[in-house]
T-cell receptor, first 115, second 111 residues
């Protein structure tokens, strides 16, 4: 069965620190990859997505992610976090082989940024 | 404004009392899906629909029903709710090749 693993469940950083959140998936076919963010009390919003092409993807709010096919990874990065980045982050994988309809989420990483 | 609308936002009910959570999208998306979010488990897919009258089970469908009679609506039905269905529920929609757009969520408590 397909699965998505996020390496860290909780991360605490000080403002201006660099961020990297790990994401690995188990499916070997063609996939679309996503990172979503959920701010406290809100619904999930898209941060960035990868479908094809340049494996380094830039998203909103200074976030970027790198797709490494050989490692089945799609890690999220930000050079300098802000207090407003405090949120929960979800990696998601859509199996394009099943018609592009099944999207599986990781368990999420809670990020807390200290001011 | 493009959006996915869920109602109600909060619902407290008792075991066995049938309930429906509504979901509507105004983006003409083919694909709609229901997820439940539980601490430490992320989002788990309950049911999804690829188009009108086409639905399929996700990873945790037990105890839930759905219908897709119109393209814009995808209600989630709990025929006999139980306490283990206490959770935060999200409806989402997308074009077949696009990212998911989420509703604001429904926090359900079953006592």
């Amino acid at each position: 069965a397909q699965s998505v693993s996020q390496h860290n469940h909780h991360v605490i950083l000080s403002e201006a620190a660099s961020l990297e959140l790990g994401c690995n998936y188990s499916y070997g076919g063609t996939v679309n990859l996503f990172w979503y963010v959920q701010y406290p009390g809100q619904h999930l919003q898209l941060l960035l997505k990868y479908f094809s092409g340049d494996p380094l993807v830039k998203g909103i709010k200074g976030f970027e992610a790198e797709f490494i096919k050989s490692k089945f990874s799609f890690n999220l990065r930000k050079p300098s976090v802000q207090w407003s980045d405090t949120a929960e982050y979800f990696c998601a994988v859509r199996d394009v082989g099943t018609g592009g309809f099944k999207t599986i989420f990781g368990a999420g990483t809670r990020l807390f940024v200290k001011a | 404004e493009a959006q996915v609308t869920q109602n109600p936002r909060y619902l407290i009910t008792v075991t066995g009392k049938k309930l429906t959570v509504t979901c509507s999208q105004n983006m003409n998306h083919e694909y709609m899906s229901w997820y439940r979010q539980d601490p430490g488990l992320g989002l788990r897919q309950i049911y999804y629909s690829m188009n009108v009258e086409v639905t399929d089970k996700g990873d945790v469908p037990e105890g839930y029903k759905v219908s897709r009679k119109e393209k814009r609506n995808f209600p989630l039905i709990l025929e006999s709710p139980s306490p283990n269905q206490t959770s935060l529920y999200f409806c989402a929609s997308s074009m077949t090749t696009g990212p998911l757009h989420f509703g604001n969520g429904t926090r359900l408590t079953v006592t």
